[in-house]
């Protein structure tokens, strides 16, 4: 983006703006057009938000971040320069650049190094924090000739790499991945002298555009996809089965099918962190199994769930998939060497992201993988993620069964031998509850998301409270699959937030999960704060089983209506305290009240 | 020409959104940045990515009107150009 364009995009007006965000930008430099673009990239991102920039003082980055006091949803940005470590890094000051002095410099930038990651992790209690680590180069200052690294100046590297690898670590720190930054901001034109000298502000405007615009990725934090549909033929392996036979498709250096190998072990990958993965193939299902047991074959058989084999439009069976795995087609991903293929499934599901694969095409295929860990990354792998299959199988077992012919519902919940296990703490770290309120579309309350700042305010509330839901059954475990979040002002209980897994259906969780509340928060009526959206048809026929009408905004639902109107539940309910949580939020607290101090 | 004078029009209301355009050709830079210590700094940062022409500040300020920056733009990308491309024009 062109300064003149970023000029632009500010001013044209937000219509109806629906929420203003607060934004401290705080580095030691002025941050004149970094600042501008940052805007005009926020801007594009949330079009609907007035974003308001604070800026800090000049050359004091560790004080401004020390004197931060962020409200309630504000964002940090900390774009950390050489010169925020010591002076003598930047271009800007007349210390001295004596070789003596250069080890004394080290040591200063190590202590500055350690009181700026402390400053961020300490407000990264508070607030969301977003960080760039020193993208310019280094002055010229060490004594080798520029073809030589001299070892203090990695030493100077360690010290970055050793805060990165800290604060990155933090829950609510994201930093912004300097390798991806190489790729789209030449490492030699960054660095514009002559403005750093004339008005403190050291890079050059495309730098700043760029840099700008991966921190607004980084804070519009789209959610991750959910699953990747694969074809197999010249995809996950090369050949045509059919043709060829099973023991001639190849994915080995040997065929000339390296690529494919790299394939089956990317997407494994993504398997093994939560990703959802099942193939659509035009083949003889007979063949596929037995290429699939091959016991060469780099992706495990069992990774993939389920497996849509016929002869009919790849469209069709990727409708099935997604019905077998219950999500919308914008969480998904599909993948085939056939751009006609690609086409008819767009053609039928256009919100899905869907993909060519490039057989014959190695620096294709490494896009391809980068693009795919952009549609699918995530912060952390969880639980629940390295179970997601499993519950995905059982999921599918139970619905079947359910909706055979001749079927009890009853006695088949009765014999699942369910349990549900409940806590009832607010966990600010619950990484977990927090994905499925921002990632559930289906059994949501009112689709809300939450942003890392509306999630910390909630948890600072006295009177808030959070329920989370853990569900086994006979058939395998689920993981966490609700969340309850809202508020008790005593007679009775407020919910502003309540998601369940699409996984979790059909098992009366959502009944348990009322009834707990009633019981144990000792109130006679909950208020949810109910509104339609296009995809959560799931919770509005349950409100309106239970209501006997449509849901409304704000309902209410009465214990004794509750109790006449909910079917029978056989869960083992089990209640989970955690002690440590409420260490961690005395530490949590304590440590807050230090960074205030 | 023509289309140089539309983009530095352009520059200078990206930055005084608030100025007509018929103000803009009638101002004074210097008064302008004047009131905003930040519009020149910017204003020299778009003048030399739009128009690939280096200027520093107290040179823009020196040059005082719209036509005058206009003018100095002409002249400095006809210095620009390599002696054949400038008799061609």
Known sequence: MKLLEALEVLKRPISEPTSTRELFLECGFTPLHLQT?????????????????????????????????????????????????????????????????????????????????????????????????????LPPIFVTRGSQVHHQECELRQIVASVATSISACQRVKVVNAQRLDEISPFGERLDPKAEIGSGFPYSLEHASRLAEMIATLIRDQPPKKGLITDLDDTLWAGILGEIGVEAVSWEMSGGAHVHGLYQRFIESLGTAGVMLAAASKNDSSLVEQALARKDILLSRDALFPLEIDWGPKSTSVGRILKQWNIAPDDVVFVD????????????????????????????????????????????????????????????????????????????????????????????????????????????????????????????????????????????????????????????????????????????????????????????????????????????????????????????????????????????????????????????????????? | MAELDDRLVLCFSSIFPALTEEEIRGSDVALLSDMDSLAGVTLVALIDQEFGVEIDLEDLLRLRSFGAVQRYLCERRVLNLSPKEQIIR
């Open chain 1, 37 to 137: 673009f940052l805007a005009a990239h926020l801007r594009l991102c949330f079009p609907q938000s007035r974003n308001e920039i604070r800026t800090g003082l000049y050359g004091d980055l560790a004080g401004n971040l020390e004197r931060l006091q962020p409200s309630n949803g504000s964002i940090i940005c900390a774009v950390v320069e050489w010169a925020d470590l010591d002076p003598r890094l930047g271009f800007r000051s007349l210390g001295s650049w004596r070789s003596t002095d250069i080890p004394k410099v080290v040591e200063s930038a190590r202590r500055q190094s350690e009181r700026l990651a402390l400053c961020v992790e300490h407000l990264a209690e508070r607030a969301p924090v977003y960080a760039s680590l020193p993208t310019l180069p």
């Open chain 1, 337 to 597: 060497d056939s751009p006609m293929e690609v086409a008819e499934v767009h053609a039928a599901f256009p919100q899905m992201e869907c993909v060519v694969f490039p057989k014959n095409d190695c620096h294709a295929v490494w896009d391809l993988f980068k693009q795919l860990r952009d549609y699918f990354g995530k912060g952390s792998v969880s639980s629940e993620d390295q179970i997601r299959l499993r519950s995905i199988r059982s999921a599918a077992a139970v619905r079947d069964s359910l909706h055979a012919p001749g079927h009890d519902a009853d006695s088949f919940l009765r014999d699942a031998q369910a349990t549900i296990s409940f806590a009832l703490e607010a966990d600010v770290r619950d990484n977990r509850a927090f994905e499925l309120v921002n990632k559930t579309n289906q059994f949501n309350l009112n689709g809300r998301r939450l942003s890392q700042s509306d999630w910390l305010n909630f948890h600072q509330s006295p009177c808030a409270f959070m329920l989370t839901a853990t569900y086994e059954d006979k058939y395998g475990p689920l993981g966490k699959v609700a969340v309850v979040m809202g508020n008790n002002d005593g007679s009775k209980l407020h919910v502003r937030s309540w998601v369940m897994s699409c996984r979790a259906f059909s098992r009366r969780i959502e009944h348990q999960c009322l009834r707990y509340l009633f019981e144990k928060m000792g109130v006679d009526q909950i208020v949810l704060d109910f509104k339609a959206t296009p995809r959560n048809r799931p919770i509005q026929d349950f409100l309106a089983a239970l209501l006997g009408r449509p849901a409304s905004p704000n309902l209410s639902i009465e214990r004794a209506s509750f109790n006449a109107k909910a079917p029978a539940l056989h869960h083992r309910v089990v209640e989970v305290t955690d002690d440590r949580i409420e260490g961690k939020r005395e530490e949590s607290l304590e440590s807050h009240r230090l960074c205030c101090q």
